[in-house]
């Protein structure tokens, strides 16, 4: 029972570097999303997909972008890592529909330097 | 937007004590809300989920109730003991399919010996 898996677990990047991080759950959720987590903030969601071929900007997408070609996989990638993106990165996943909460993987801790 | 308000921020107890952790949110049209706990460079962890339609559901020690009117949530946890030692973030998900969580920016608990 893998649930969410998150890969890097750890990170650092150069300024304008390029990274992706892989998001991948095997219990056949329809909706994956990408949230950062940074002091003070809280979780804020940065892009989200609601099924395969399919993404949309959640409430910080700049700088980002995803792409969801397998159901079971979801990625985010940085093309010029800025130092405003040093977080940790948290990916969740859940049903289309139902009475359903959400699964979250165990977050990337990404800094830029 | 949907805004959600956890209260205390932080809180420190002795082993033993039952304690109360507060969530608040602005727009009572929710679909569930959802408990979660997150222990210092780790994941979240579901702990509760609570569909708009009840009014609690219990784990253990743990017992969320849920009075959507009035916008608000909490979690209540009898005999704290060191290991529940964690921040705990309160999420609401908004409309039954494509909903998003909006979180809360957590309580941080420590339970002493």
């Known amino acids: 029972n893998a649930g969410v898996t998150q890969t890097p677990k750890f990170r650092v990047l150069k300024t304008g570097q390029s990274m992706t991080l892989l998001c991948a759950q095997d219990?056949?959720?329809?909706?994956m999303y990408w949230y950062r987590q940074d002091p003070g903030m809280g979780l804020r969601l940065i892009h989200y997909?609601?099924?395969?071929?399919?993404?949309a900007k959640g409430e910080v997408p700049d700088g980002y972008n995803v792409s969801r070609l397998k159901k079971q996989n979801f990625l985010l990638g940085l093309e010029s890592a800025a130092p405003s993106q040093t977080s940790v990165y948290f990916c969740?996943?859940?049903?289309?529909?139902?009475?359903?909460?959400?699964?979250f993987g165990s977050g990337t801790r990404l800094t830029v330097v | 937007k949907q805004e959600v308000t956890q209260i205390p921020a932080a809180l420190s107890v002795p082993e033993g004590e039952n304690l109360v952790l507060n969530c608040s949110f602005t727009?009572?049209?929710?679909?569930?809300l959802q408990w979660f706990r997150q222990d210092p460079g780790k994941g979240l962890t579901s702990l509760l989920l609570?569909?708009?339609?009840?009014r609690e559901q219990t784990s253990g020690r743990l017992n969320a109730s849920l009075d959507k009117s009035s916008g608000r949530s909490t979690l209540y946890i009898a005999a704290s003991q060191p290991g529940d030692s964690a921040t705990y973030l309160c999420?609401?998900?908004?409309?039954?399919?494509?909903?998003?969580?909006?979180f809360g920016r957590g309580t941080q608990l420590t339970v002493w010996p």
């Open positions: 609570i569909q708009s339609s009840q």
């Open positions: 969740a996943s859940t049903f289309r529909q139902g009475p359903f909460g959400y699964t």
């Open positions: 219990m056949n959720h329809e909706y």
């Open positions: 997909s609601v099924g395969e071929g399919t993404t």
């Open positions: 727009d009572s049209a929710i679909y569930n």
């Open positions: 999420a609401v998900k908004r409309g039954s399919t494509l909903g998003r969580l909006y």
